[in-house]
């Protein structure tokens, strides 16, 4: 199966930067897309932004032109530079795979255990 291991969260005041990572690792026949995902207390799982293989990276109304996504697919790890960060941003964020672990098998979704950002003064 396919682990990932999230980096890079924490506390940061308004305005300033942060960078996440996440590696991919295990068994991996092809990764499809990688995506970030965060989830604030109270609210619903949402996309920040996704970089599907071959394809454009996708943004989040309220991350676009702030949040950049990026891959290095030789190091099968995805990036989210976050910069001028709001009070709204805090949340735990999550890394997702979609991946065919195995030649022949189903692709699936695979999720990273999260780490936490907080945006506040």
């Known amino acids: 199966q396919v682990q990932l291991v999230e980096s890079g969260g924490g506390l940061v005041q308004p305005g300033e930067s942060l960078g996440l990572s996440c590696k991919a690792s295990g068994s991996i026949f092809s990764i499809w897309s990688m995506s970030w995902y965060r989830q604030a207390p109270g609210k619903q799982r949402e996309l920040v932004a996704e970089?599907?293989?071959?394809?454009?990276?996708n943004y989040a109304d309220p991350v676009k032109d702030r949040f950049t996504i990026s891959r290095d697919n030789a190091k099968k790890t995805v990036y989210l530079q976050m910069n001028s960060l709001r009070p709204e941003d805090t949340a735990v964020y999550y890394c997702?795979?979609?991946?065919?672990?195995?030649?022949?098998?189903?692709?699936?979704?695979?999720w990273g255990q999260g780490t936490q950002v907080t945006v506040s003064s």
């Open positions: 997702k795979c979609v991946a065919r672990p195995i030649a022949g098998m189903e692709i699936s979704s695979f």
């Open positions: 970089f599907p293989s071959g394809g454009i990276a």
